[in-house]
């Protein structure tokens, strides 16, 4: 396996500069999805269609996700990291213009995935960029530090998305979207050197870019870290699509309780984070996910077992509830970084396509949890417990029975 030569740098030395734009890059994904959600209604209303129409352009953002990356992930090592990256966000931005000209819903769905299809690389690249400067533990720690910059954008995007639909419509969104584009792509070209030299570029046709994946999905470590994150990631999801309706229609929490009690589960996720990459100078990082998928394990079944004893307890329901959502989501913030850095710890020959397929593995995960909690329905809170518990406990299973941990 060979590194670049960047890889001497030592997590002290990582650049502030390296650190925000990569994390500003991979904001772009929390950034696009959340910051359109409060202008649903007013979409609906100027394009005279119903709120499930439009619900189909958040849909089309996800597919977006989940297939773009398994594209860019074998660009990036064939062609380096940076003319994937250009391309990407130069397909973002056109996309993003073309969302804010939108004349209907259709070609906003469809703009919405091609919107997706570019501003996807800015998963892939940040993280095999990671990979391809710092050694594994190292990686950790440097990507625990992205996830403080990646975290504001979930708190904040929806408060901003309020705010802009106050001052323009929903219009001005995308158009701000598009600007994020711009400033994406100056920053990748002044800011960021690229980090594959030329001698370990990989001659990737599509046939070679299947065995690849193909190869990944035979790797058990690989396929254990990718595992563990996605199905915690899915966990996260179905809190995202099921929370709205369980927080404020069951409990009856007001929209601006919910927007707290979400911006304070991100930031105990974003707290955790940091936390995490103070540990990694004394623990490995595969000791802290391991006992970070306990947690969220637990959680996931605290949260069943809260919604399961709601008739029984009434009482109990909204503090049970609130602590479960907030130890789960927290407890992700120790997932991402390790499982990300474990999943590209063997992987450096082809670093691109291994994080291209975890991010697929990812939104494909994420996306069949929030479906799952839809078509579970019952009225009850008892969906939203069961898949985060199940999410949970197979992302335990996962990674236990697959990416073989060095025991503690």
């Known amino acids: 396996m060979t590194i670049s030569s960047a890889a001497a740098l030592p997590a002290a030395r990582a650049p502030l500069s390296l650190i925000l734009v990569l994390g500003g890059l991979a904001a772009f994904a929390p950034l696009s999805i959340d910051m359109y959600l409060p ?3 007013a979409i609906a209303a100027e394009l005279g269609v119903s709120a499930g129409q439009v619900q189909y352009t958040l849909a089309a953002y996800f597919l977006g996700m989940a297939l773009g990356q398994a594209f860019h992930g074998p660009l990036a090592d064939r062609f380096g990291r940076k003319p994937p990256l250009y391309a990407g966000l130069a397909l973002y931005l056109l996309a993003s213009i073309g969302c804010a000209l939108a004349e209907g819903v259709a070609m906003l769905t469809a703009l919405r995935l091609l919107q997706a299809l570019g501003g996807c690389v800015c998963i892939v690249v940040p993280m095999a960029m990671v990979r391809d400067r710092f050694d594994p533990q190292t990686s950790a720690r440097v990507l625990s530090r992205l996830m403080l910059v990646m975290g504001l954008a979930p708190m904040l995007a929806p408060l901003a998305g309020s705010a802009v639909l106050g001052l323009g419509g929903w219009r001005l969104v995308f158009w701000i979207l598009a600007a994020c584009g711009v400033a994406g792509l100056l920053a990748s070209w002044l800011a960021l050197p690229e980090s594959l030299p030329a001698a370990q570029r990989r001659d990737t ?24 994150t996605g199905l915690a990631n899915a966990g996260m999801f179905a809190y995202i699509a099921a929370s709205p309706f369980v927080l404020i229609e069951l409990h009856g929490l007001s929209p601006q309780a919910y927007g707290l009690v979400f911006g304070a589960n991100a930031l105990g996720l974003v707290a955790a984070a940091q936390l995490n990459h103070r540990l990694l100078k004394q623990h490995d990082a595969g000791t802290l996910l391991q006992a970070a998928l306990a947690v969220a394990a637990f959680a996931g079944a605290g949260l069943l077992a809260v919604a399961l004893l709601t008739p029984a307890w009434p009482a109990l329901a909204l503090p049970g509830t609130l602590l479960g959502l907030f130890v789960f989501v927290a407890s992700l913030g120790f997932v991402g970084a390790n499982a990300a850095a474990g ?25 069949a949890s929030g479906a799952a909690v839809g078509l579970m329905n019952d009225g ?21 029975r697959l990416a073989r941990p060095v025991p503690s």
Do not use: E, N, W
Request: glycine share 10%; hydrophobic share 50%; with cysteine.
């Open 39 to 41: 202008a649903f209604p």
């Open 205 to 228: 046709s599509p046939l070679k870019a299947l065995r690849t994946y193909a190869g990944l999905l035979r790797d058990r470590r690989f396929l254990g870290h990718a595992l563990a």
């Open 343 to 367: 999943a590209l710890a063997h992987q450096g020959h082809q670093a691109g396509s291994a994080s291209a397929l975890m991010g697929t593995l990812q939104f494909t995960l994420a996306s």
């Open 380 to 400: 009850s809170a008892c969906p939203m417990g069961l898949a985060m518990a199940v999410a949970g406990g197979l992302a335990l299973l996962a990674y236990r």
